[in-house]
Structure formats: structure tokens, C-alpha cells
């Protein structure tokens, strides 16, 4: 059974601070990486992915991936009470569908 | 701009009835996914479809069927409504290359009493 494992927090960070969401995956086939952020009552939205080892920026965000250890984490500078919502990890290989984990939820105090 | 739509946003069902959550995309995508998701939980994949006319089952298969007869288009029925069916649904579709993202509808949120 291949499996996504999140911490399901809450983790709880000031206004400004750097969150860190972290994720582990089973599947060594895994090829591509997601981060979803999810505010309640809505649907997923697409913040990040990432296919290859090493980090990947955009904005205030960083995805980091490293396949040897079957971990992926979300870095969020400069945290903002926007930024509270529950954020998914996804994986995939290539033809199948995405495995999500459970979800990380993030609050943000001003 | 659509991306993917889904109808109705929400319903209410009693148990034994039967109802189609419809979801369409204009984005030509060739692959199609319907999830579940439970109050704290992640989501659940029901069923996926390749393309047209090819279906498969996910994880939580059971109680629902799908088709697509269309690019576009990928239902999901529920032909014999059970309280353990209640949940919000999701409809995701995604171009297969290089592991493209899923991009999703934004829910039917579904009752049965």
C-alpha cells in the first residue's frame, strides 16, 4: 500500500516566522511531488510541485526534495495569517493518480 | 476561464436514493479523478478514467459508478445512497505529461439521511 505521512499538526507559528511542513512517502517509484494548500470549506489549490533532488523557490515559498531519504518538505517565509489552512503533500508516478497525505494544518497568529 | 466544474454544490439525499454528480473540464485533459474527503481527513480516490471510454477503480470503489463517454466529461453515481456515502466529493483532471498537477473542481458537499 503505498502511503503519504504528514504530521497533522496544528502547527502553530507568529506572524513573519518561517513554517515548515514536512512529508514522507513509501513509494520509492514515486516521480513527482505536490503541495496543495486547502482552506476549509474549499477545494485543494496547487502551490508547489517538484520532480527533481535538491529546492525549488517561488515567491515565499520553497519546495524541497529528497528522494533518497523519501522526504519532501514546504517552507513558507514570512509567514502570514493567510497562510493558515491545512496543506496536503502529493505524490505520484507517472500514469497513476496522486496519493495524498492527510494534511498539515498551519495557523498563523498576528 | 472553467477549469473544472462540478454540479450540484450541494444535495441532500435520503437513504436508497440515487443521484449523478456531474463534472466537466474545458482544459482537454485526458485524465480524470474523483476523490472523497471526510471531515479531517485526506482524500480518497473512488474512481479514474485515462481517457475516454477507459474507467478504473481507486481506492474506495465501492457504491459508486462512473463513465466517460466524453473528453470532457466524467460523471459519478450513486445508485443506492447510504449514510456512510456522506462526504464532499472532488472532482480533479490533469494532462498526463511529466506528471502534470491535478487541478481540481470545487466540490459537491453531499448529505444522506
Known amino acids: 500500500q503505498k502511503e503519504v505521512e504528514q504530521n497533522s499538526g496544528p502547527l502553530s507559528v507568529p506572524e513573519g516566522a518561517i513554517a515548515s511542513l514536512n512529508c514522507t512517502y513509501s513509494d520509492r517509484g514515486s516521480q513527482s511531488f505536490f503541495w496543495y494548500r486547502q482552506y476549509s470549506g474549499k477545494s485543494p489549490e496547487l502551490i508547489m510541485f517538484?520532480?527533481?533532488?535538491g529546492d525549488k523557490e517561488d515567491g515565499r515559498f520553497t519546495a524541497q526534495l529528497n528522494k533518497a531519504s523519501q522526504y519532501v518538505s514546504l517552507l513558507i517565509r514570512d509567514s502570514q495569517p493567510s497562510d493558515s489552512a491545512t496543506y496536503l503533500c502529493?505524490?505520484?508516478?507517472?500514469?497513476?493518480?496522486?496519493?495524498f497525505g492527510k494534511g498539515t494544518t498551519l495557523s498563523v497568529s498576528s | 476561464n472553467a477549469g473544472v466544474t462540478q454540479t450540484p454544490k450541494f444535495r441532500i439525499l435520503k437513504i436508497g436514493q440515487s443521484m449523478t454528480l456531474q463534472c466537466t473540464q474545458d482544459m482537454n485533459h485526458n485524465y480524470m479523478y474523483w476523490y472523497r474527503q471526510d471531515p479531517g481527513m485526506g482524500l480518497k480516490l473512488i474512481y479514474y478514467?485515462?481517457?475516454?471510454?477507459?474507467?478504473d477503480k481507486g481506492e474506495v470503489p465501492n457504491g459508486y459508478n462512473v463513465s466517460r463517454s466524453t473528453t470532457e466529461d466524467f460523471p459519478l453515481r450513486l445508485e443506492l445512497a447510504a449514510p456512510s456515502q456522506t462526504s464532499v466529493y472532488f472532482c480533479?483532471?490533469?494532462?498526463?505529461?511529466?506528471?502534470?498537477?491535478?487541478?481540481f473542481g470545487d466540490g459537491t458537499r453531499l448529505s444522506i439521511l
Open positions: 480533479a483532471s490533469r494532462r498526463e505529461q511529466g506528471g502534470q498537477p491535478q487541478h
Open positions: 517538484i520532480y527533481s533532488n
Open positions: 502529493a505524490v505520484n508516478q507517472a500514469g497513476t493518480a496522486l496519493i
Open positions: 478514467s485515462v481517457g475516454a471510454g477507459i474507467t
